[in-house]
């Protein structure tokens, strides 16, 4: 069975500073990889896709992850934080079962950016 | 274009009620998946509608249905509402090619009391 454990439920960085999000997984053959975007109230956003081409994968609004099947990690990285990036994001697998598709969440990750 | 558009936004209702939830996918899109997310959860999958007719479901219970229409758009029906049925419920359309993404409409917030 497929499914991802993003590792921090919290992350809090400044404005300009790195961010990193931490995201592994777990599947019994090559997954496909998503990170979605959830802004308050607001339904959500799909910030970038891995579907085994290149390992690096470059979303909207400069995020981008790298897929590394020898860790099993798919972590979403942006070089500097923007106050709009505040938000939840949320890595998501998907699941290929029983003759139809489905997404499996992971738990999430709140991210706070501060001044 | 038209994203997915729900309706209605918010909803309260009280224990043992029945309510529906209305979904219009993106143009062009064929496949319509409902996604239940509880606070400070991520969504979990309840049911995937193709062609009218039901392709998977998660593991909820009967009181949860839904259906689709000829032109895609769907309901979700809870029947015997309980407080533990309090949650953003999102729906999700895609044109039958996952790797392109799902496109997810902003939710009904529903509230059992």
């Known amino acids: 069975a497929q499914s991802v454990t993003q590792l921090d439920s919290h992350v809090s960085v400044s404005e300009g500073t790195p961010v990193l999000l931490r995201c592994n997984y777990s599947?019994?053959?090559?997954?496909?990889l998503f990170w979605y975007v959830q802004h308050p109230n607001k339904g959500l956003q799909l910030l970038l896709k891995?579907?085994?081409?290149?390992?690096l994968v470059k979303g909207i609004n400069g995020f981008e992850a790298e897929f590394k099947k020898s860790e099993t990690s798919f972590h979403l990285t942006k070089p500097s934080a923007h106050m709009s990036d505040a938000a939840e994001y949320f890595c998501?697998?998907?699941?290929?079962?029983?003759?139809?598709?489905?997404?499996?969440f992971g738990a999430g990750t709140r991210l706070a950016v501060h001044p | 274009d038209a994203g997915v558009t729900q309706s209605p936004t918010h909803l309260i209702k009280t224990r043992g009620q029945q309510v529906t939830l209305r979904c219009s996918p993106k143009?062009?899109?064929?496949?319509v998946s409902w996604y239940q997310q509880a606070l400070g959860q991520g969504p979990q999958f309840i049911f995937q509608?193709?062609?009218?007719?039901?392709?998977g479901r998660g593991n909820f219970p009967d009181r949860f249905s839904a259906r689709q229409f000829p032109n895609y758009s769907s309901e979700l029906n809870v029947n015997a509402l309980l407080l533990g049925d309090s949650a953003l419920y999102l729906c999700?359309?895609?044109?039958?090619?996952?790797?392109?993404?799902?496109?997810f409409g902003s939710g009904t917030r529903l509230t059992v009391v």
């Open positions: 999700a359309s895609s044109d039958g090619v996952p790797l392109y993404g799902y496109t």
């Open positions: 599947s019994s053959y090559s997954p496909s």
């Open positions: 891995y579907t085994s081409a290149a390992t």
């Open positions: 998501v697998v998907i699941s290929s079962s029983g003759g139809y598709n489905k997404l499996i």
């Open positions: 143009s062009g899109h064929d496949t």
């Open positions: 509608y193709y062609e009218k007719e039901e392709r």
